[in-house]
């Protein structure tokens, strides 16, 4: 491996409920392999463009299902970036519930780290990933991140992200996310909070480069 540089990027699956901590092993991961050609791209971006719905329609969506999301769109970037190609990450506007007409521009690194809640769903994804991580965190630790993140970044009230949460957050991961565990090859408890287990993720990495 240390004559021949690996054909392709090297692609690692961070996944886990929402407020798992998921982001937080995901930077962790970056921040260690720092110095190395490395991205994160988050499922989030793509969620599905709703230009065309009212606004009471797109809070009515369920954002926790897999119908959510744009996947294919994210697979076929993914693949450009795996050619070694650049791509146009689409933008997501929370406080609007559709994608922003503004994109990001993206060269292709080494290394890709997907994350998001349901990443795993999708075998195309997976047999995308070299490595496939699941941050497991109790529901409560979830839940109250969750409430921080929704007022604090995305201008939701607590009875809103409280009503969601009950609706479609707390079902749809024992549904969707929950069983995604089984295809993963590291589960990480406690999330950023674990320096073991991200520890052995990038000295793993470390080798593959």
């Known amino acids: 491996?240390?004559?021949?540089?690996?054909?392709?990027?090297?692609?690692?699956?961070?996944t886990g409920g929402s407020g798992s901590g998921k982001t937080?092993?995901?930077?962790a991961i970056y921040n260690q392999l720092s110095g190395q050609s490395l991205l994160i791209l988050q499922q989030d971006s793509y969620y599905n463009d709703q230009a065309d719905m009212t606004m009471a329609e797109r809070r009515a969506v369920n954002y926790d299902h897999p119908l959510a999301f744009d996947t294919d769109l994210?697979?076929?970037?993914?693949?450009?970036?795996?050619?070694?190609?650049?791509?146009?990450?689409p933008v997501?506007?929370?406080?609007?519930?559709?994608?922003?007409?503004?994109?990001?521009?993206q060269e292709p690194r080494d290394v890709i780290i997907v994350e998001g809640v349901l990443i795993l769903d999708d075998q195309r994804l997976r047999d995308l990933m070299d490595i496939k991580v699941f941050v497991d965190t109790d529901d409560d630790i979830r839940?109250?991140?969750?409430?921080?993140?929704?007022?604090?970044?995305?201008?939701?009230?607590?009875?809103?992200?409280?009503?969601?949460y009950l609706a479609t957050v707390k079902p749809m991961y024992h549904q969707f996310v929950e069983p995604t565990k089984r295809y993963a090859d590291i589960i990480v408890p406690e999330g950023g909070e674990n320096e073991v287990a991200i520890d052995l993720l990038t000295t793993k990495v470390r080798s593959i480069l």
Not at 143 to 164: A, F, M, P, S, Y
């Open 1 to 14: 491996m240390s004559e021949t540089k690996h054909r392709r990027p090297i692609v690692i699956g961070v």
């Open 24 to 27: 937080t092993v995901s930077k």
């Open 74 to 89: 994210m697979i076929e970037q993914i693949k450009t970036l795996l050619d070694y190609k650049p791509i146009e990450k």
């Open 92 to 105: 997501y506007d929370y406080e609007q519930s559709t994608r922003s007409s503004e994109t990001i521009h």
């Open 143 to 164: 839940i109250i991140r969750r409430i921080q993140r929704d007022i604090k970044e995305r201008g939701r009230t607590l009875d809103w992200v409280i009503e969601q």
